[in-house]
DNA sequence: GGTAAAGTACAACGGACATTGCAAGTTATA
DNA sequence: TATAACTTGCAATGTCCGTTGTACTTTACC
């Protein structure tokens, strides 16, 4: 149902698609068109136009439409922003190979600036998802579903890890629960800069993103910081 | 209790039809209807039959359409929403009157629910409030600057009185900055519960929405808490 | 170069919807 | 009761936009 139904038949005959790859280039049209103007004000003929494309063509490619655009736009942002948040993580904060005590917090304040990045380097996802949140009561439960377990679930899921991680070599405290401890470092870490940059709208300057971040990071390390 | 806030002209009960306060009827039925659908999809149809009104009365009370009628929405709510948050702020955190240090958790846990029990109060402010972020973009910025200015923005000033005065009476320690801590203090609250109840879709159980304010608050005792 | 898939231009349909004008009905007030 | 103010139902207008059919062109690959 959900497929886009053109990848079976495509394997034998096909070995790529026609000219460039126009599927791509309609979904990252999308995405920077939805994230901008939501799921109603989103026109067929601007994402089209943004993306240089026939408006036929997107109808070939996604023969339901709108909506199956949009909801390939949600797979396909979310994929591409988990596997990013990923990196970073691994980077920064691999559960196998903890920080020594003397760099927590240099490591946890890098992981806190790459994150904080990712939300400029990745606009359009940031908005997409505001949109997303604004309008859960019209999409689908399955579709809702399915994108927070492979997205923002999934990210969720190895931070704590790496939360757990950190406590298990005594570096924190996660008083028990490290899915919350990951939460309330989401939280510090990217609530004020969310606000103040009015949701992406107008940046902060890096100086002062990064001071929040660093507030944000030695907050949660007096919260979660091990008493040592 | 979430009073309709129109008892004012309390005459005998109104008849159905004619002179009641429909104004009143309107900007409330709308902010149900643009909270649920979103500017682009709530239609002016809808809202009439919801504030059980003709479509025409919505034109001759303001005249300048859905725009307009969008824009005092927002005036009212956000403002029907403040002077609540700030009556809960007076009433368990009074800057005037600072808590006993014994007492300090208790009044900011008991701060901390009735903050989070707004949000379902006010189901509909908050879910148009989603809407506003999404669409920043699309709002001019003049409207944008008014509603930040006397709502989000003049309940953040008092909350920063109030953690000032903390400050100044050695019960937390803001370091040195009091905005800050509130800030810090409104995620770790509210954030895993907005998260976790999809925005306010599929609402929490009362218990387990208290367990997780209880636990943003005592995060932020540890993170603020004062030294003594 | 030939062929088929992929892409494009264009026109048209149909529905949703904001907005307005108007005539008639209802209410408040003097 | 008279009158002005307010409300309503309804029709109509115009616009925007998702979607589709069709004929034509381009591209990829043999």
Redesign the pocket.
Same mark, same amino acid.
């Given at each position: 149902m959900t497929g886009t139904g053109?990848e079976d038949k495509?394997r034998t005959?096909?070995? !790529? !698609?026609? !000219?460039?790859d @126009?599927?791509t280039a309609i979904v990252q049209a999308a995405c920077q068109v939805f994230g901008r103007d939501g799921y109603s004000?989103? &026109?067929?003929?601007t994402i089209a136009a943004e993306a240089?494309?026939?408006?036929?063509?997107i109808?070939?490619?996604f023969?339901g &439409? @709108?909506?199956e655009l949009f909801r390939s736009v949600m797979r396909w942002s979310s994929e591409r922003v988990r596997d990013a948040q990923l990196a970073q993580l691994r980077r920064y904060l691999d559960p196998e190979r903890p920080p020594h005590p003397a760099n927590l917090e240099r490591d946890l304040l890098a992981l806190a600036r790459a994150w904080v990045g990712l939300m400029t380097d990745f606009r359009d996802h940031f908005a997409l998802v505001r949109h997303i949140y604004a309008e859960v009561g019209h999409i689908p439960a399955e579709v809702l579903d399915a994108w927070q377990e492979t997205g923002p679930r999934a990210v969720g899921g190895e931070v704590t890890a790496a939360m757990a991680a950190l406590d298990d070599h005594g570096l924190i405290d996660v008083h028990g629960d490290p899915a919350q401890a990951t939460v309330h470092f989401m939280a510090l870490i990217s609530t004020e800069i969310t606000q103040r940059s009015y949701w992406g709208l107008s940046p902060l300057p890096q100086e002062e993103a990064d001071r929040l971040t660093a507030a944000g990071v030695r907050a949660f390390l007096r919260a979660y910081g091990s008493a040592a």
């Open positions: 053109s495509t005959v096909q070995p !790529r !698609r026609g !000219r460039a @126009k599927a004000r989103a &026109g067929i003929d240089g494309v026939s408006t036929r063509t109808y070939n490619h023969p &439409g @709108k909506e």
